[in-house]
């Protein structure tokens, strides 16, 4: 059914663009193979010719691509009613006959006027932008009514090979009806085209640049209309109609290219280089035309010299003004060219002053970001577990039916990444040349990637090596403390029986005595080794709990230990537990032995996945020549770098705070 019903839009739609078309190129042969016209510059047939045909195509074009928006099918009312006026033109001059010459004297000024007035207030969408504008239509259709009513009692004759007077002329008539109508029309011109105006200034993404297509064609019509009138009667008949006759061109072409193209942003490069070619092109010669008035109201007298002026001036600006103008009609419907030599050269800069290599990610997707006006890019680390994100800029909010593009990054038959990418505002998909640039770019960028994942790996490495370390050490502490040392303990109560129930001038006793001694010293070195594997403290009574004990057991007459602590801590993994009691403990103990310090505090934070320990202290803080990185300073930093953490100690005369900011990694995880 909906095929049928597109096929009966299509037919109806040919027909009428047939109309249009089949009496423009009538009135073309018409004019080309009988001599019956001789029209002076300002005659209308030429542009009613044009008009036809390209009103004709692109309404065509409009209408079998969306049939439901109303601007395909009022370019093709246009082109069949200019098409009509122009069919009755030839057959005027063919028969000579009053009645259509009278017809034809006013049928060709509704579709023109229809083009500066009713075209910009339904564009894009083929809609009204609000209710409150039915008021413009009606001016519009009382100007035409109007002006067309001046234009059917004006005294015009149609001057041809043959003579034929308008048998209603009425010039007392006439002459107020056509000045009202084009009043009545230029108000409503003006109120179409500010209009479309306030939608550019309140548009953004796709809407915008469809809107900036029309308003780049009304601008080129404008231009050249005000050149013509500044010099009227100084250019040739041909270049002076052929102006007229583009700046109503590129209207249903503006049309056409904004509602057929999805996304403006997929262009061809003929098309492309089209657009940009008759945009500077137009834009030259308004220049030229320009100065060649200014210099002709500056040197009246004489023509050449005003021209050759001018020439000169327009070839002196020709190379500059190409450039200027050619980047800004690109940047203005394209955006910024994508140049992958500069990119990748920026990129690399940026990269080789960042010494950290876990910033080049976020320094690649800022990049990306500012250069391409892009609505986000981000950069995902293959990994065993899947994809994981190195860094994202921008977000990945995809209002306006923007679809990511994603990028794999290879690096020798390896797939170690992906970078993925968000047009800009109101652009569904990349262009093909974007697409090529960043696809470009993916291959710079992962080598990179791969020396962060192999980064990564080896950080996973020495995780792994870190927990099995600390689980073996867990497992060492409980062995020895639930074992080893009850049996130790157990032997000595044993002998120390024995020895009580011998006289104590029996020669074992001593020897009982130098084996419970030694059994007392093992106990000691056992504890000694059994607190180095891992505190007891922490199962017995938590991080918050051993680290509480630990200030108390450091305070004293000449210090005193605050902390600030949670009440309770979630359950962490045992390598995050031992690290930062190790960290606390280490610091602690610069504290007592060096700072020379009233008062320290222990801080603890924990966030949803990071756990932070701080020690700040009141001492003399660490002199330059002291060795700040020594074997204190080198195993804390150790201790939080082994588990993906970051250590910071920061000293002055006030005192030092050490900070330790550890992954809150729970067990298990």
Request: a neutral charge; one cysteine or more.
């Amino acid at each position: 059914m909906r095929s049928r019903r597109r096929g009966q839009v299509l037919s109806l739609a040919v027909v009428l663009g047939t109309v249009g078309l089949g009496t423009a190129v009538a009135a073309a042969v018409r004019t080309q193979i009988d001599d019956a016209w001789g029209y002076s510059a300002y005659d209308p047939v030429p542009l009613n010719i044009a008009v036809a045909v390209f009103f004709s195509a692109m309404g065509v074009l409009v209408t079998w691509h969306k049939p439901g928006n109303v601007l395909g099918w009022t370019l093709l009312a246009i082109a069949a009613w200019d098409g009509v006026g122009v069919l009755l033109t030839v057959l005027t001059g063919a028969s000579g006959s009053p009645v259509l010459m009278w017809l034809q004297a006013w049928l060709w000024a509704p579709p023109i006027w229809a083009v500066t007035t009713l075209l910009p207030m339904i564009y894009p969408d083929g809609r009204l932008p609000s209710r409150r504008w039915w008021w413009a239509v009606a001016l519009t259709a009382a100007g035409m009514v109007v002006y067309c009513a001046g234009l059917a009692f004006e005294d015009a004759d149609f001057a041809g090979t043959r003579t034929v007077v308008n048998p209603l002329a009425d010039p007392p008539l006439a002459a107020p009806l056509l000045r009202t109508g084009e009043y009545l029309l230029l108000v409503a011109t003006i109120l179409a085209v500010a209009g479309l105006v306030w939608r550019w200034l309140r548009a953004s993404g796709v809407y915008r640049r469809r809107v900036t297509l029309l308003l780049c064609a009304f601008g080129f019509g404008a231009v050249q209309a005000v050149v013509r009138d500044s010099i009227p009667g100084q250019l040739p008949a041909v270049l002076d109609r052929g102006l007229e006759v583009l700046a109503f061109v590129l209207v249903p072409l503006a049309i056409a290219v904004a509602v057929t193209r999805d996304r403006l942003y997929d262009l061809d490069q003929t098309v492309r280089h089209a657009i940009v070619g008759v945009a500077s092109a137009g834009t030259l010669f308004a220049c030229y035309l320009g100065g060649y008035a200014v210099l002709q109201t500056v040197l009246p007298a004489s023509v050449a010299p005003g021209s050759a002026l001018a020439a000169g001036v327009a070839g002196a600006a020709l190379f500059p003004v190409t450039l200027l103008v050619v980047r800004r009609v690109r940047s203005l419907l394209w955006g910024r060219r994508v140049d992958v030599v500069e990119l990748a050269v920026g990129l690399g800069n940026r990269m080789r002053d960042q010494l950290d290599s876990a910033e080049v990610p976020a320094v690649v997707c800022e990049q990306l970001v500012r250069s391409l006006r892009l609505r986000m890019a981000r950069l995902d680390l293959e990994t065993d577990s899947g994809l994981r994100r190195l860094a994202q800029v921008g977000s990945m909010d995809r209002s306006g039916g923007a679809n990511p593009e994603r990028f794999q990054l290879w690096y020798r038959g390896v797939r170690v990444g992906q970078l993925m990418v968000l047009p800009s505002d109101g652009h569904p998909y990349l262009d093909e040349r974007m697409a090529q640039a960043l696809a470009s770019l993916a291959d710079h960028v992962a080598p990179v990637v791969a020396a962060l994942r192999l980064d990564e790996e080896l950080l996973q490495s020495r995780e792994q090596v870190v927990t099995a370390r600390e689980e073996e050490r867990s497992r060492l502490s409980r062995e020895l403390h639930d074992n080893v040392g009850p049996t130790l303990a157990g032997t000595r109560m044993q002998i120390e029986a024995v020895r009580t129930k011998l006289p104590a001038d029996f020669a074992a006793v001593g020897l009982m005595d130098r084996a419970m001694q030694g059994i007392d010293d093992a106990l000691r070195t056992l504890r000694r080794v059994v607190h180095g594997l891992r505190p007891p403290e922490l199962d017995a009574l938590g991080l918050s709990g051993a680290l509480r004990e630990l200030a108390v057991f450091l305070s004293g007459p000449s210090l005193k230990v605050e902390t600030t602590l949670p009440q309770t801590l979630a359950p962490l993994s045992k390598q995050v537990e031992v690290a930062a009691y190790r960290i606390v403990a280490e610091a602690l103990t610069n504290v007592v032995r060096h700072a020379q310090a009233t008062r320290a505090e222990i801080t603890v934070t924990l966030t949803e996945d990071r756990l932070a320990v701080a020690v700040a202290d009141d001492g003399v803080g660490v002199p330059p020549d002291s060795g700040r990185n020594g074997m204190g300073m080198r195993f804390m930093a150790q201790r939080a770098r082994e588990i993906k953490g970051e250590f910071t100690c920061e000293s002055d005369h006030d005192g030092t705070v050490v900070r330790a900011v550890l992954p809150a990694v729970t067990p298990g995880g």
